[in-house]
T-cell receptor, first 114, second 114 residues
């Protein structure tokens, strides 16, 4: 299994509070991704990173920010959590971004915003 | 733009029966296609992928998928279902613009009855 951990694994928070999720990898892969999983939508890309301090938006980036100060860590921040951000969040990594490159997924973080 | 449609959000089969999970894609460029499996409370695991070459792709756990360009399909099959195959399955296509982004279908939950 790819060495990807996510923390916390479960979190309950209140509307309006900031939340930070962490993804840590031991594979030294350059590319990292944050997805959210919601019933009926599959997984949708929030943000991705193509190197330290290099990030870009995905298709559902509103209300989220990311940071990557080290190769191994990719942080996702919900600046002011809303109930619509209740979801399961997955981090993924890949060695390259070329077509056909496999992405490896972490175990996920379940976030409930009350 | 690329998209993926999985036909049937729930599929139920008897143990030992054929498994067929359907995936159709839309892509303006040659597609790179993936099937992932998600067991309860876990992350996604790659089953198989199609990049180029042979259109019949064999994956882990006895699964295989056939790329049919004329039908824009990439259906997943397994000749004989096992109880341990019960999980959610996602079809995905690699996004364009070389971002490495995966575009997922909505997912299909496979139930295996004894």
């Amino acid at each position: 299994d790819a060495g990807i951990t996510q923390s916390p694994r479960h979190k309950v928070t209140e509307t309006g509070t900031p939340v930070t999720l962490r993804c840590h990898q031991t594979e030294n892969h350059r590319y990292m991704y944050w997805y959210r999983q919601d019933p009926g939508h599959g997984l949708r890309l929030i943000h991705y990173s193509y190197g330290v301090k290099d990030t870009d938006k995905g298709e559902v980036s509103d209300g989220y920010s990311v940071s990557r100060s080290k190769t191994e860590d990719f942080l996702l921040t919900l600046e002011s959590a809303t109930s619509s951000q209740t979801s399961v969040y997955f981090c993924a990594i890949s060695e390259d971004r070329g077509a056909g490159e496999t992405q490896y997924f972490g175990p996920g973080t379940r976030l409930l915003v009350l | 733009a690329q998209s993926v449609t999985q036909l049937g959000s729930h599929v139920s089969v008897s143990e030992g029966a054929l498994v067929l999970l359907r995936c159709n894609y839309s892509s303006s460029v040659p597609p790179y296609l993936f099937w992932y499996v998600q067991y309860p409370n876990q992350g996604l695991q790659l089953l198989l992928k199609y990049t180029t070459g042979a259109t019949l792709v064999k994956g882990i756990n006895g699964f295989e998928a056939e790329f049919k360009k004329s039908e824009t399909s990439f259906h997943l099959t397994k000749p004989s279902a096992h109880m341990s195959d019960a999980a959610e399955y996602f079809c995905a296509v690699h996004g364009s613009c070389n971002t490495g982004k995966l575009i997922f279908g909505q997912g299909t939950t496979l139930q295996v009855k004894p």
